[in-house]
């Protein structure tokens, strides 16, 4: 539970984060990129509040769009990559802009396609198609890619972690899990004496709570 006033001090931080490009930033100075952008657009959202400007936003998205590639690139890089291609997509969905995303999504969920090559990229391509609600398939190549990693007893390696992330994205696209009960055991099995979750055993990590919790609530 978070109490109303610190609420309002989180509210204040997240909107003090925001600078002249428009976009946001991970910490006071530093410079805005599309990650803290989709971060604080979703924790305001959690509050019940808009974000102050869109159109501004809207305008630093549209500046680390690559016609070329028909990808994005974060503004701490020269290059499109399938993480800022999915932020990207996240955020025009999160702020409304639906017109922009269907001329876009096409083109950048190919190049997403053609390019994810670790677990965490291929948990964005879903991530894009489940929260924008876009009416296209899976790439096969993605769902191989999470089965692949399917032990004979259903879980997926002895990580906490990677249960909850390659779990949580099968659920997302639609897809059965061979042993749900054996999966959700072993993330209840990193719950540490604080409450938290842990990948290991040792200090619970924000991360890996957040997976364990999402994965059980799906």
């Known amino acids: 539970m978070i109490y109303p006033h610190e609420q309002k001090e989180t509210i204040t931080f997240l909107t003090s984060l925001k600078d002249t490009t428009g976009g ?3 910490t006071p100075f530093a410079p805005a990129a599309l990650q803290p952008t989709l971060s604080v657009c979703k924790a305001l959202k959690y509050f019940g509040i808009a974000p102050q400007n869109p159109d501004d936003i ?7 769009f690559d016609s070329a590639t028909g990808a994005y690139i974060d503004t701490s890089s020269t290059r499109p990559t399938v993480f800022a291609t999915a932020i990207g997509l996240l ?6 802009a639906t017109e922009a995303l269907t001329k876009q999504y096409p083109a950048a969920m190919q190049f997403m396609s053609r390019n994810a ?4 990229e291929h948990f ?5 198609i489940d929260e924008c609600k876009l009416d296209i398939p899976v790439p096969a190549s993605t769902i191989a ?5 399917q032990e004979e007893n259903g879980t997926f390696g002895k990580s ?19 042993n749900p009960q054996a999966v959700a055991q072993l993330l209840l099995s990193g719950q540490q004496q604080d409450g938290g979750f842990a990948d290991k055993e040792g200090a619970s990590e924000l991360g890996t709570s957040y997976g364990v919790m999402r994965t059980l609530d799906l």
């Open 24 to 26: 946001y930033t991970d």
């Open 58 to 64: 809207f305008n630093f998205v549209t500046n680390c």
């Open 91 to 96: 955020l025009l969905h999160s702020i409304g």
């Open 117 to 120: 090559t670790i677990r965490e």
């Open 124 to 128: 964005m391509v879903i991530a894009v």
């Open 145 to 149: 890619f999470l089965r692949a990693m």
């Open 160 to 178: 906490v972690l990677n249960n909850a992330i390659i779990a949580s994205a099968l659920i997302r696209a639609k897809e059965s899990l061979k």
